[in-house]
Every structure is written in C-alpha cells, then in structure tokens.
Nanobody, 120 residues
Framework: QVQLVESGGGLVQAGGSLRLSCAASGYIFSINDMGWYRQAPEKQRELVAAVTRGGTTEYADSVKGRFSISRDGAKNTVHLQMNSLKPEDTAVYYC??????????????WGQGTQVTVSS
C-alpha cells in the first residue's frame, strides 16, 4: 500500500503565491510519473502539471509561465510552486503518482486533495 500526503494549500489573494507538496510512503520501488491535477466546482478534474522520472515536464496552457513542478526522487516528493495566482486557479488540487512496486506492478495513487482558494 502507498500513501500520498499533501500539504500547502490555503487562501491567497490574486497575484500571490503558494507551494504545494506531496510525499509518498509505503510499498515503493520507484516512482515514474508525478503530477498535480485540480478540480473546480462543477468541472472535470484536469491536469495542471506533471513530471516524469527523467525530468520531462508538462503543463496545462493556463498555468504555463506561472507554475513550476519539481520532484525529489530520494524523498519521493513532488512540489508545485504556484505564482501569480488568479481567481480561476481556485480548485481542489490532487497529487498523483504512478508507482512501481517491488512486484513490478505499476499502480496509480492519489492524494486526498488540498483546497486552493484565490480571492480577487
């Protein structure tokens, strides 16, 4: 079993910054993809940013130039630095990791979600 624990959400004014972190623990051999998704009320969950084990990153067009994703492989941790926040960034943010366990099975895990609210 693998657990993902998120931290760093909260309330911030437009133009401000927040840093989200997500740490994985448990039955882990290695972690392939790490990423952040978000879901606003009455909207579908969408990819915000992702990073592969090799360091290749991907961003939603709406956050390019404002958000930055990074990973610490030794600590099984992924971070999302969010700058120049806008009210439309308001959502519940979910951490995602694609984990390879010791039995060579690749499984997807999700964090519990952390609320980010940007006031205008």
């Amino acid at each position: 079993q693998v657990q993902l624990v998120e931290s760093g959400g909260g309330l911030v004014q437009a133009g401000g910054s927040l840093r989200l972190s997500c740490a994985a623990s448990g039955y882990i051999f290695s972690i392939n993809d790490m990423g952040w998704y978000r879901q606003a009320p009455e909207k579908q969950r969408e990819l915000v940013a992702a990073v592969t084990r090799g360091g290749t990153t991907e961003y939603a067009d709406s956050v390019k130039g404002r958000f930055s994703i990074s990973r610490d492989g030794a600590k099984n941790t992924v971070h999302l630095q969010m700058n120049s926040l806008k009210p439309e960034d308001t959502a519940v943010y979910y951490c995602h990791m694609r984990v390879l366990n010791w039995q060579e099975a690749e499984l997807d895990y999700w964090g519990q979600g952390t609320q980010v609210t940007v006031s205008s």
